[in-house]
Structures are given as C-alpha cells and as structure tokens.
C-alpha cells in the first residue's frame, strides 16, 4: 500500500512539473474543456448568434451556451456562470465570453470581466472576453470581425490568438474622417494562446502573418520622467535610453516635467515628427511618474494629466499615420496592492506535494472590443489604429520599483528585448508579462508579498519587429 502511495504521489509529482514546465515555455495548456458563453441581449440578431456560435465551434469550444438578458443583467448572469465552473470540480483549458449587445451598452465591461478573475476553476487559465454590437449603429459589422477570425483560426492552427487579431484587425480596421479605426485588445495573458488544433509543446511552425510594418524609415522616442521623489527611475531611464539607441532611436529626454509640461512637449514632439525632413516609420513614448487614484499621470508638480490625453496628441500626428506609435507607462494606476491568487479545486496530493505560486488576480485575460470606436470605458483609446500601449500595472493597481534595480517592468522589458530584438513586439511583451507575474514583489510600506501584472492596449494591424 505504502509503495502504491508513493508511485502515486511520485506519477503527481511529474504530471505537476509537465504542467508547469510547458507554462515556463510561454505557452498554455489547454488539455481541460473549453466553454464559451453568449450573453446577449433580446435586441440582437439571430444572425449574429449564429456565426457566433460557428465560431466557437471553429475554435474548438465542446460547451457553447447562451443566455439572454439586457445588458443591465449581465454581471448577474456571469455569477451564474462562474458558480457552474466552479462547481465542476477541476481544473478547465479555456473559456470564452462573448458580450453581445446595443452598439454603446457596453462601456463599462471591467466589472464583468474580474468577475470571472475570481472563478477558482479558472485559476491560471486564459479567459477570452469578446465585446461585440449586435444592433445597428456600430463601427464594425460584428458578422466580417467573426467570419475572418474563424477563417483564419481554422486555415493557420499554428497561430496564436495575438496574431490571428492583428491579422483581423488589419482585415476588418474602417477608415472614417481621415482617420483609421480599428477593434482594440486588452491583454494580461502570460503566454501564447492557440486555439487552434495543434499542440502546444510541438516546435513552433516557421511560417507567420505576412505583413509587418515597415521600420526602414526614422525613428524618434521621447522619455517624459518624473525622477523627483521616485527613487529607481533613474536605473528605468538609463537601461531604456541604451536599448532605445540600440534598436536605431533618437531619444529625448525631458526630466520633471510639469502636468502641464506633459503636454506640451508631447505637442513639441508631434510638431518635429511632421516638420521631419525624411520619412518617420516609428514613434515610441516612455512615461514615467506617480499616478492618481483613477489612472492620472501626475507631473513634479503633483497636477494630474490623463494619459490618453497623450496618446490622441501623438494620434494626430499626420507622419505617423499607419505607422506604430508605442507608449510605456510606468506608472501605478490606483493604490490595490495584488496579493495574487492561488490554484482551487486541485487534488490534494497536487496540493501537498508543492504549493504553486500565486498568480496575479487580473492575469490570464484577453479582452477584445470590437466596436471600439464606439467605447468610452476609462482607461481605452477609441479605437484609432496602429496603437501600442503598456502599462506597468492593471486597471486600480500599484505599480513597483526598487530604489536600488529600477521597475520590474522596465527592467524586464530591456532584458527581453534584448535577447530578441527581431521577435514579435506583442509576443515578446506577453514573455515580459510572464516574467513579471512570477515575481514576488515586498515593498517598504507592506510586509506581506504582492503580485503585478502587465496590461496591453493594441491596435496594431501588423507585426511589430524592431530588428529586422
């Protein structure tokens, strides 16, 4: 009896290690059930429903629900939901929500989403969030977002769903009033996700989306630094102007800046981008400050600036139009220090054996918005093409730094990019966010360990590869 426990207790033993080393590759394990959910509203068409749920089944979904209710009920839905899952009883691979309702309902999702943060069944597994207008009025035709997503999942299996969107995105992006729209993601996932039929350990396969920006033509970077009272970001600044040159950027550097000064030179940077004799291919924009309770950016002189206020600046910049235009912000975006949470519904010998490490509570989402344009939700950009934005922290938290190192967020990213300078920008910041969430962060004012994550904003429609 005693040597059958322990061939058991040895057999969990490797099964525990398979699982974490495949997640130490970057890359999920999806071996549990995949369950998609419709929530929608009467309002919707029935024909979007259907390609919805043909979508899912492409994808590979077995489970596909649907529930309808006005989107004032969708939070009390989604408790339903997350209480089925956890009443399961083990560990699922995948899940997929989609939000279907009236074009401009849907503004506020957040609360929806991080309700399934706390599904204990989904703990360390990707959760899709697919926000969509049914009705008449929005920016997209939900049906051509659908139809080229399942399209291209079902033709290149190999892909992650980070570029089958930035190849839908480039498929499905409107032009309107001179200016280009497009869905938006919002990811914190930690690795690549694949939903199509191909095993995650296998080699990755060589062939990749075709179209990458071109970067042949000059590339400029402006760092706006509060160092004042903010001991570390001296390390961020030096670490990212070396690699910022590295990578062929001519970098400026403003320290201090006012609210009002944030402004102002990202006006004077806009201004030399359009008054630059030869063609700009790049822009990239480093924040680095205090941030308010709500996101704020706040200047030495403690005033508040929002940083998409920034963002629609650079956005009006007529020699960038199509061209990628990057924001790094480090910065904390409220004061919620993430205690991290730990695996529920695990067999006990999985348990005992080893303690996993916590994960950060909003890591592991995909977020898509469709009809971006049409959003207001704090914290988003509305849709404008061409996008990259990295936030140093979710949606309500802090953001760390070591006095002595520098943010783990900068730091990580310098060390990454530098390994592989010519991989894909949006693959290679999912690694970032891998490495960040497996840190455990104790700071002087807090005696218990917390957890960070990464969020990115992206409305890019092509490869971003700044190594050629």
């Known amino acids: 009896m005693a040597f059958l426990v ?8 490797q099964i525990a290690g398979a699982r974490d080393s495949l997640g130490r ?11 998609a959910l419709t929530l929608s509203s009467p309002e919707v068409s029935a024909s979007t429903i259907a390609v919805l749920e043909d979508v899912f089944q492409t994808l590979g979904f077995e489970s596909c629900q649907r529930r309808e209710a006005s989107v004032q009920d969708f939070l009390r839905e989604l408790t339903g939901f997350r209480e089925q899952l956890d009443a399961h009883g083990g560990p699922m ?12 309902q849907l503004r506020q999702p957040q609360q929806l989403v991080r309700e399934l943060s706390h599904c204990g069944a989904l703990w360390g597994c990707p ?18 977002f659908l139809t080229s997503l ?12 980070l570029q089958l969107l930035t190849e839908v995105f480039c498929r499905t992006a409107e032009e309107s009033s001179g200016a280009t729209y497009c869905p938006v993601l919002r990811s914190s996932l930690r690795g690549a996700l694949c939903l199509g039929d191909v095993e995650p350990w296998r080699p990755k396969p060589e062939h990749r989306p075709s179209a990458q920006y071109d970067l042949s033509g000059a590339r400029a970077a402006l760092f706006l630094a509060v160092i004042r009272d903010r001991p570390g970001a001296q390390h961020d600044v030096k670490a990212l102007g070396d690699l910022c040159q590295t990578l062929g950027f001519k970098t400026t550097l403003r320290t201090d800046p006012t609210a009002q000064a944030f402004q102002e030179e990202l006006a004077r940077f806009r201004e030399q981008l359009d008054t630059h004799k030869d063609p700009v291919s790049c822009a ?7 941030g308010g309770p709500q996101g704020q950016l706040l200047g030495a002189d403690g005033q508040e600036v929002q940083p998409e206020a920034l963002v629609q600046e650079l956005n009006c910049c007529g020699a960038l139009r199509g061209c990628p235009k990057i924001f790094l912000l480090q910065a904390c975006r409220g004061g919620h220090r993430d205690a991290g949470m730990g ?9 005992w054996l080893q303690a996993p490490p916590a994960i950060p509570s909003h890591a592991d989402i995909l977020q898509i918005d469709v009809d971006a344009q049409g959003s207001s939700s704090r914290g988003s950009t509305p849709g404008n093409s061409d996008i990259l934005m990295v936030y140093a922290a979710t949606e309500g938290c802090i953001a760390y730094r070591d006095e002595e190192k520098g943010s783990d967020f900068i730091q990580t990213l310098v060390e990454v990019l530098r390994t592989d300078p010519r991989g894909d920008l949006l693959e290679l910041l999912t690694e970032v966010n891998r490495q960040v969430c497996e840190l455990d962060v104790l700071g002087p004012d807090c005696d218990e360990r917390r957890k960070a994550c990464l ?14």
């Open 6 to 13: 322990s061939g058991t207790l040895r057999m969990a033993s």
């Open 25 to 35: 590759k970057g890359k999920y394990n999806l071996q549990g059930p995949r369950v």
């Open 93 to 104: 691979g995948c899940v997929l929500v989609a939000l279907v309702g009236p074009c401009g």
């Open 127 to 144: 959760k899709v969030f697919l926000l969509l207008s049914g009705t008449s009025g929005g920016a997209h035709k939900p049906g051509a």
């Open 150 to 161: 399942g399209e291209l999942c079902g033709r290149c299996p190999h892909w992650s769903l």
């Open 284 to 290: 990239l924009v480093a924040l680095m400050a205090h």
């Open 343 to 351: 695996p529920k519904g695990r067999p006990w010998f999985w348990r």
């Open 455 to 468: 969020e990115i904003y992206s409305s890019l429609r092509r490869r971003l590869c700044l190594q050629v």
